[in-house]
């Protein structure tokens, strides 16, 4: 008895541990996630519908996060240099909110900005998202370049996204 009871301890913290290091999908799989995501008009926007781009860049925010804010305004200033990346602000935030941080930065303004809802939480979930933002940028194959978590000096900015792009051109 003594050893089955040994044997199904050792299974069970071996089962334990490898779900405390599962990896999240997008190390799972580097590619482009399938997804479904609502827009500011409420219609669907599914990912093969994205817009062809070099890089397409996938930044989760919450409209009152200061990080986020500066992301926002540091790449609406640069955004001269980035007319061969494609942005998806995506936030589980209700729309009013994503809208207002969208018009206060002028990425609504933008042609290759987009703004959508995350209702379902699925790229929350895909990208075990803890802080905002979140980055991933994926290349025109829609293979996953990097990731940039929302953390002091893995945190995104302007001249990250421009030193990425130069270095992969």
Known sequence: MKKYLAVFSVIGSLTIAAQSYAQPGY????HLPVFSLQQMDNSVLHSAQLPVYDHTTIIYFSPDCDHCRTVAKDIAGHNDSFKNMFFLWVSFSPVADIKKFGQLYGLNNMPNMRLVRDADFFLLSFYE???????????????LEATFPASGKTMVSAGKLLALINKKS
């Open 129 to 143: 998202v803890k802080n905002t933002p979140f980055t991933a940028v994926y290349d025109k194959n829609r293979k």
């Open 27 to 30: 190390q799972k799989d580097p």
